[in-house]
């Protein structure tokens, strides 16, 4: 009983004795077995309209009892830093949990990592969707895939590496473990750049890069934050003599000898606990050049915009995960003589939740359609600015779906504290909002295309709804007076007007009808007090999990 509730008038003063003391009722079943690519339209209309129809297994693997009890696992139990052996050797090693081996290896065989690089129509998105699915299952082994991923581009730079290091790295196998690299025949890459002077300004890092010859340099320093430190290779800046610099750092030398990389500690961090991240020294560690000296930030920043793309369609896994749960909850639980499904307040909450979800989703899988389609110019506008906005509406949107579960969202057993110590860390990682958010401004001021760029794509969509034409016609004013203070206002409005292109173009009119009523006129900022016009229950049956 709580504190507002009395007895019922008619309750007798001695109950009778019960056959039982503790009957379940009136709990949901758990969301286990269930495939979220069926619950989720976003998703399924942009496979539909590029053929993609092989990411079934993935899915309902993503799904599965199996997966989410791996994915509990890995976080109740992270990653142990062992600096030595037995004898007092020094070993530099990282031991995991064998759930986070099992997502890992899962992850690669399905070709979630570096395996687009390798070519083929639509790669990048089916990727990308993937990546988005699988996801949903943990979050923290996504950073070490991500990475993966996110290097080939920075080791193009230095054709003779990339031929050595890509076909390894895009391989589907999985081999854990540190040995020389030209003995595996599956690696994963990693990008260790700040330092703790700097954080985000790495023209501040003071690791110095020593010329050896031949493309060796000795490098030595302090870096602040190296997430999965037991990847095969590192992508890092140093300052060389012709300034700051990119480095190939592999943690095995050919022949089979440690580099000189120290692990000093691993982070205590508020989430993503299943993943290991730590501060580490190079001792003298050889570094092999990528690119030309002075050119580091250049080489590194490809690697850095495609992790943003994946921050972004992790912060749309979280939010989807989330969303699932809460939809799922209130299917099954009844509350004051209703099903929770059924009471109007929580539908128009479901309903905004469902709409934000399906939004996200739609703009982080056409920012991966722009890199199969090497669209720079849009991406180099499009993307900070939906890492800035997604990322930001992620942490709330997951609180938002906790709230719906009352206190059993709050208790970690349901899954969803975890999901919410996940989902800030997003937000921070390559390029927190201020950084992201400037990061715009500076695509408008020095690359004109990637205005024109986005604004074709915006254009697309012209005509259908008139809140959406004034939407965009108060952009281009807010472009033209674009301030650094005005940063974070200009990519959330340029995001918001991105996903309304998306959903006008490629939704149900009731979607785009209900996002444009919402996100563009009103100034709601709380999930359901802007009223979904129509039947909220059409955005709930599109994203429920059966």
């Not at 269930?34 to 993935?58: Q, Y």
């Not at 943990?138 to 996110?150: A, L």
């Not at 899988?365 to 890199?371: D, G, S, T």
């Not at 500076?442 to 697309?460: C, H, K």
Request: aromatic share 6%.
């Amino acid at each position: 009983m709580t504190l507002n509730e009395e007895p019922a008038p008619d309750t007798p003063s001695t109950a009778p004795p019960t056959a039982s003391t503790h009957a379940v009722t009136n709990q949901p079943p758990p969301l286990a077995g269930h495939d979220p690519l069926a619950s989720d339209p976003a998703l399924r209309a942009v496979l539909d309209r590029h053929g993609i129809d092989d990411l079934g297994d993935l899915a309902r693997e993503a799904g599965s009892e199996e997966a989410r009890e791996h994915g509990r696992l890995a976080n109740e139990h992270p990653p142990v830093l062992r600096t030595h052996d037995r004898y007092g050797h020094r070993i530099d090693e990282v031991e995991f949990h064998p759930s986070w081996h099992w997502l890992m290896g899962r992850a690669i065989s399905h070709g979630l990592h570096a395996a687009p690089w390798l070519g083929g129509p639509g790669a990048h998105l089916r990727r990308a969707a993937g990546f988005y699915l699988w996801s949903q299952a943990e979050g923290g082994h996504g950073c070490p895939i991500s990475m993966t991923y996110s290097a080939v581009p920075a080791l193009r730079s230095a054709p003779e590496l990339a031929d050595r290091y890509v076909p390894a790295l895009a391989a589907t196998g999985y081999e854990p473990g540190l040995r020389d690299p030209a003995t595996k025949g599956a690696l994963l890459a990693g990008m260790s750049m700040t330092e703790k002077q700097g954080g985000s300004d790495v023209r501040a890092n003071t690791t110095a890069a020593q010329p050896l010859g031949g493309g060796e340099y000795r490098l030595t320093g302090h870096k602040w934050f190296t997430s999965a430190p037991m990847n095969d290779l590192f992508l890092t800046l140093a300052q060389a003599p012709g300034g700051l610099s990119c480095f190939l750092v592999p943690r095995v030398l050919p022949g089979g000898e440690r580099n000189g990389i120290r692990l000093q500690r691993l982070k205590d961090k508020l989430g993503n606990k299943s993943n290991a991240s730590a501060e580490l020294e190079y001792d003298g560690a050889v570094g092999l050049l990528l690119g030309e000296e002075g050119r580091g930030v250049r080489c590194i920043i490809e690697m850095v915009s495609l992790t943003r793309l994946d921050c972004v369609l992790g912060s749309a896994a979280n939010m989807r995960a989330a969303l699932s749960e809460a939809a799922h909850h209130v299917q099954h639980r009844s509350a004051f003589g209703q099903r929770l499904a059924d009471a109007p307040l929580m539908r128009q909450v479901l309903a905004d939740l469902a709409l934000e979800s399906e939004a996200v989703t739609a703009l982080a899988l056409r920012l991966a359609e722009a890199v199969d389609a090497g669209e720079r110019e849009l991406l180099r506008l499009a993307l900070p600015a939906a890492k800035f906005f997604v990322c930001k509406r992620a942490p709330y949107a997951v609180a938002e779906s906790m709230e719906c579960l009352g206190g059993n969202g709050y208790v970690e057993e349901s899954g969803l504290p975890r999901l919410y110590r996940e989902s800030p860390l997003l937000s921070i990682w390559e390029g927190s909002g201020n950084v992201t958010s400037l990061d715009v401004l500076r695509a408008l001021e020095r690359q004109p295309a990637a205005r024109e760029a986005l604004f074709a794509e915006l254009d697309a969509a012209r005509g259908a709804d008139t809140r959406y034409d004034a939407a965009v016609s108060v952009l281009h004013g807010e472009l033209d007076a674009a301030a650094p203070a005005r940063a974070r206002h200009l990519a959330e409005r340029i995001a918001l007007t991105l996903q309304a292109s998306l959903l006008l173009r490629h939704t149900p009119a009731e979607v785009a009808d209900a996002f444009t009523g919402t996100r563009l006129t009103t100034s709601g900022r709380t999930f359901g007090s802007d009223l979904i016009p129509g039947d909220p229950g059409a955005l709930l049956s599109r994203i429920t999990p059966r």
